[in-house]
C-alpha cells in the first residue's frame, strides 16, 4: 500500500465521522463570540458537511473535526454528504453548521445561479482551502482519447447534487455534449463508481478531489495500465467562460504512480458556514486551522496546500468577519 493511501486510512479511523443525514443544528452557548472581540470559541456542538467517504473531504473533514473538539470547547462531529451542492443546500437549511464546497459551486450559491438558480443562498467563507484536481480517468479498452470521446459512454458523472456533478455536466457541455442525452451518466458516489470501473460496467468517470484520493490509488494500483487519465485541459477555456475560478494543473505523475504528469483543470475548495455563524467560533475555527496545519497534513498530504497567503481568495463568496479577525482583517 502507498504510504499516501495509508495515511488517509489511518486519518479516517482517527477521527470519529458520522454517516449522511446525521447532521445535526447547533447548539452553542448563549453567549459564545456574541459580541464577536475575542476570538474565542464557545461551549457547543457544531457539525461539518464533508463529502463520500472515499474522498478528500471526508479526510480532512474528519481531521478537522477532531481538531476542533481537542482544542476549542466546541465539539465537532463530520458528516459523509454527497458534497458541495447537497452541503449548500443543507448548510442554509441548519442541518449542518460548516460545510466544505468547490469555489465553483459556491460561487453558484452566492449569485443564485446553476443548482441555486433564482435563489442566492446567504453563506460565507471561513477560508479558502487546497486546491481540487478534475481527475477524469477512464479504461483503457474503451476507445477514449477525448472528452468528446465520452459520448455514448457509460460515465460516472458524480454523486447527485455534488461538486463533481457541477463540473462534469460544464465539462462535457465545453466538448459539445449534453451529460442527459449524449452519455449514458451514472449518477454514483466513488464507493460504487470504483465498483463499476472494475467490473467493467463504467467506461470511465469524472471526479473532482484532491491528490491522492483513496479509491482512485486504489483503481489505479489494481487496474494498473488497463485505466489511463485524460488531458482534459482544451476544454479549459470554455470553463472559463462560465466560471473564471476554474484553471490549468497538473496531477503529478507519483501521485497515482502514473508514467508521466496529466494536465487536468483544477478549482479551489473553500469552507463555508451561515451569515449567522458567531464570530468568535469563525476567528477561532479559522485561527486553529493555520496554527496547527500540520496536524492536518498527517491526516491528509492535500492539506499541505492550504496556504494562509491565499486564505482571503474566496470571491465572489464574501469572508465571514470572525475569519477577518483571525486572518488580521
Known amino acids: 500500500m502507498r504510504s499516501w493511501a495509508f495515511k488517509t486510512v489511518v486519518g479516517v479511523l482517527s477521527v470519529g465521522l458520522v454517516v449522511a443525514g446525521c447532521g445535526g443544528k447547533r447548539t452553542p452557548d448563549a453567549s459564545a463570540g456574541s459580541d464577536g472581540a475575542a476570538c474565542e470559541a464557545g461551549d457547543g456542538r457544531i457539525t461539518i458537511a464533508t463529502g ?50 468547490l469555489a465553483d459551486t459556491a ?30 480517468l477512464v479504461r483503457a479498452d474503451a476507445g477514449i482519447s477525448s472528452v468528446a470521446d465520452l459520448r455514448g459512454k457509460r460515465i460516472s458523472t458524480g454523486s447527485p447534487k455534488s461538486g463533481t456533478e457541477v463540473i462534469a455536466t460544464r465539462l462535457l457541455e465545453a466538448a459539445g455534449l449534453d451529460i442527459d442525452t449524449d452519455v449514458q451518466a451514472q449518477r454514483l458516489d466513488l464507493a460504487k463508481t470504483a465498483d463499476g470501473m472494475k467490473d467493467g460496467s463504467l467506461d470511465g468517470l469524472v471526479w473532482s478531489g484532491g491528490l491522492p484520493t483513496a479509491q482512485i490509488t486504489d483503481l489505479t494500483t489494481s487496474l494498473g495500465d488497463d485505466v489511463r487519465f485524460l488531458d482534459i485541459t482544451p476544454q479549459l477555456d470554455a470553463l472559463k467562460e462560465v466560471n473564471e475560478v476554474y484553471d490549468r494543473g497538473v496531477i503529478p505523475a507519483a501521485a497515482y504512480g502514473q508514467p508521466a504528469d496529466v494536465p487536468t483543470v483544477v478549482v479551489p475548495n473553500v469552507l463555508l458556514v451561515r451569515e449567522d455563524f458567531p464570530r468568535g467560533d469563525a476567528c477561532a475555527v479559522t485561527k486553529l486551522l493555520f496554527d496547527r496545519k500540520a496536524d492536518l497534513e498527517v491526516v491528509h498530504p492535500a492539506a499541505k496546500d492550504i496556504s494562509r ?8 463568496v464574501p469572508l465571514h468577519p470572525g475569519s477577518l479577525d483571525a486572518l488580521g482583517g
Open 107 to 136: 460561487a453558484d450559491a452566492v449569485a443564485g445561479k446553476g443548482a441555486f438558480d433564482g435563489k442566492p443562498q446567504k453563506v460565507q467563507a471561513l477560508t479558502r482551502l487546497y486546491q481540487n484536481y478534475t481527475q477524469v
Open 309 to 316: 497567503d491565499q486564505a482571503r481568495e474566496t470571491g465572489p
Open 52 to 101: 463520500n467517504s472515499g474522498g478528500v473531504y471526508y479526510v480532512v473533514g474528519g481531521g478537522l473535526a477532531k481538531l476542533i473538539s481537542d482544542n476549542t470547547a466546541l465539539k465537532a462531529t463530520a458528516a459523509e454528504t454527497g458534497a458541495s451542492v447537497q452541503n449548500i443546500q443543507q448548510l442554509v437549511a441548519n442541518d449542518y453548521d460548516v460545510a466544505f464546497s
